[in-house]
């Protein structure tokens, strides 16, 4: 079975440049997370869905990420415009039924410069 | 707004010695508490998850015990290896009551030497 998929591994931006992170969920999951990773903390939750609702995006920076998951399946991560301090890791988790096992991708390593 | 702590930071012991990783936390208002492991540049894996009713969860030579009403959980990790070598993070999912969040310690560093 093929584990949750994200992509771009890395990613290395300007400032206030645009940046996308894609994340495909393990086939059946309707539950998919989104979370930031500061090195040496541990992950904070960005974003929340079930199936394509968004249920929980009250820690989400809306003024400059916004987030999809079109169909409820794929999902689609942005910052427009990006900062230095979005540097970190960008993860992305499913799980079904949600609040159990949650399974994770690698990861999107994300330099602002 | 529930708070999950994991002291030591990091740890290093011999091969060979058991392992005892703790965690804390704040909210008893919990589905369930959960241990990760995570190898360096990778994502996490889940190693155990224990419901809010149950007081420990064994896999292997990995048991994680559940105290909700101290607000602990305690993972064990027996015989320890070079390959345990790795951070493990808790993390606990409050309730819909409590914010319906899952919650993250800031992890505990592992280092097993030969």
């Known amino acids: 079975e093929a584990g949750v998929v994200q992509s771009p591994r890395y990613k290395i931006i300007e400032k206030k440049q645009p940046v996308a992170f894609w994340c495909n969920p393990i086939s059946g999951h309707n539950t998919l997370y989104w979370y930031l990773q500061n090195l040496g903390q541990g992950p904070e939750l960005l974003i929340r869905y079930e199936n394509e609702e968004a249920v929980d995006d009250s820690q989400l920076p809306k003024d400059r990420f916004s987030a999809e998951r079109l169909k409820g399946v794929d999902s689609t991560l942005k910052i427009q415009p990006a900062e230095l301090g979005d540097s970190a890791v960008y993860l992305c988790?499913?799980?079904?039924?949600?609040?159990?096992?949650?399974?994770f991708g690698p990861g999107t390593r994300l330099l602002v410069l | 707004k529930q708070e999950v702590t994991q002291i030591p930071a990091a740890l290093s012991v011999p091969e060979g010695e058991n392992l005892v990783l703790n965690c804390s936390f704040t909210?008893?208002?919990?589905?369930?508490l959960q241990w990760f492991r995570q190898d360096p540049g990778k994502g996490l894996t889940s190693l155990l998850l224990?419901?809010?009713?149950?007081r420990e969860q064994t896999s292997g030579r990995l048991n994680a015990s559940l105290d909700k009403s101290s607000g602990r959980s305690t993972l064990y990790i027996a015989a320890s290896q070079p390959g345990d070598s790795a951070t493990y993070l808790c993390a606990s999912w409050s309730i819909k009551a409590a914010g319906n969040k899952l919650t993250f310690g800031g992890g505990t560093r592992v280092l097993v030497k030969p």
């Open positions: 224990i419901q809010s009713s149950q």
């Open positions: 909210d008893s208002a919990i589905y369930n």
């Open positions: 988790a499913s799980s079904s039924p949600p609040f159990q096992t949650q399974y």
